[in-house]
């Protein structure tokens, strides 16, 4: 087996059958799994999966219902994964024609690899205007560690044991904080170019809000953790405040299309989302 490749899913049933379509049409010779770890999805997500284990011999679905999360779906997937090398994708992408392959090969060189993201496939164009910028397209550089999505990611199993996997307390973030850690003990992340994902982006203004709110939050509660682990202090409370002075100045002036609302929101979302993580976490540097 020369790969395994993992997908947490939760109540994906108007997505999932896309990226089923499209392993099921992997230009790869080797041998290679699939594991659809089902975080208990309560739609028609699992009748759709089992209509494929005819199709896909190499499918299985396993059982990840028991904690919250996509962090705990991947860890569970990881477990019953019969290849030394693993690959992570999401059920609401879709992986282009020579991904898997391209992950076999970037692991059979690497310890740890990132692939890269399409964004006019699956999306609308306003969607990709407003949206792109806030993503790690491959992998992103920042001060502390680069990192990666975790929905186009391929690591060493050894290398995903001996970190311990995803940290299951994060429900968001947790690919961010895996990256990090797995750098922690000398790996480098690579890219893999031609491990191509299409990317499905939040498609309404109040979901894409919702979303970098949450995110704003959890990216508080992820520095305080990483700063107990050597991190330097890259986020402050002053930092907000200028921040927050300086975003509604831009309303007049950067607002004047449906995108250019949305990405004006979604700014406003984040600096909410790490005011109530400041409070929350009780992050006090200033």
């Not at 919702?210 to 002053?238: A, E, N, S, T």
């Amino acid at each position: 087996m020369k790969l395994s490749v993992v997908i947490p899913c939760f109540n994906a049933a108007s997505t999932i059958e896309t990226q089923l379509e499209a392993l099921s049409k992997q230009e790869c010779a080797d041998k290679w799994e699939i594991i659809i770890a089902d975080n208990g999805s309560t739609d028609e997500t699992t009748t759709i999966i089992k209509k494929y284990l005819h199709i896909l011999p190499n499918l299985r679905l396993i059982d990840a219902s028991g904690v919250r999360g996509a962090a705990h779906a991947r860890n569970i997937g990881a477990k019953f994964a019969l290849a030394e090398a693993i690959a992570f994708c999401d059920a609401d992408d879709q992986v282009s024609p020579n991904w898997v392959k391209a992950m076999i090969e970037g692991l059979s060189v690497h310890d740890f690899v990132a692939g890269r993201s399409d964004y006019s496939q699956l999306n609308e164009p306003w969607v990709v205007k407003c949206c792109q910028y806030r993503e790690a397209n491959g992998i992103k550089d920042y001060p502390y560690y680069p990192y990666a999505a975790g929905n186009n990611l391929g690591v060493k199993r050894r290398i995903h044991e001996t970190v311990g996997g995803f940290d299951e307390s994060l429900l968001l973030l947790q690919d961010i904080d895996y990256c990090w850690r797995i750098q922690q003990t000398g790996i480098k992340l690579e890219p893999l170019k031609d491990a191509l994902i299409y990317f499905r982006f939040r498609n309404t203004i109040k979901s894409m809000y919702r979303r970098c709110w949450r995110f704003g939050c959890y990216d508080v509660f992820l520095h305080q953790k990483h700063q107990k682990l050597g991190m330097p202090i890259l986020m402050r409370w002053r930092d907000f405040a200028k921040d927050a002075l300086i975003l509604p100045l831009k309303l007049p002036f950067k607002v004047r299309s449906k995108d250019s609302l949305a990405k004006w929101l979604m700014d406003l979302a984040w600096l909410m989302g790490h005011l109530q993580g400041f409070i929350k976490y009780r992050y006090l540097l200033f």
